[in-house]
């Protein structure tokens, strides 16, 4: 893409997206860019941390890749995490098929 708007060159940052590659054990989350070798720790408030282990490109904006969730952006929204799996059985089903003698979770038994 040629650039000809020398003045406009600053805000015109590259878009990288981050995508989540471990989760540790203690919460935190490691990041990894798909386009440069950035890489950070990050970790959800109220103990808010975030570890730049790789600066990659700096110069590019880093947007986070999950479920609308922003890294290093102005927002940082969760999606809601109200839908229950299609597969759910109600507890109150579960216990009338226990009291016929079907174990709907027999497997974990
Ligand atoms: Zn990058």
């Given at each position: 893409?040629?650039?000809t708007d020398k003045i406009g060159e600053m805000s015109v940052s590259e878009?990288?997206?981050m995508i989540l590659s471990e989760t540790r054990e203690s919460g935190?989350?490691?990041w990894a860019c798909t386009t440069c070798?950035?890489?950070i720790v990050f970790r959800w408030p109220p103990r808010y941390e975030k570890l730049v282990l790789e600066?990659?490109?700096v110069n590019a904006v880093h947007v986070g890749g999950k479920?609308?969730?922003r890294v290093g952006g102005l927002a940082v929204t969760?999606?809601?995490a109200t839908e229950m799996p299609a597969t759910e059985m109600p507890a109150a089903e579960?216990?009338?098929l226990r009291d016929n003698g079907i174990e709907w979770d027999g497997a974990s038994a």
């Open positions: 893409m040629p650039r878009h990288h997206e935190a989350e490691e070798a950035r890489r600066h990659g490109d479920g609308g969730l969760r999606a809601p579960r216990d009338w």
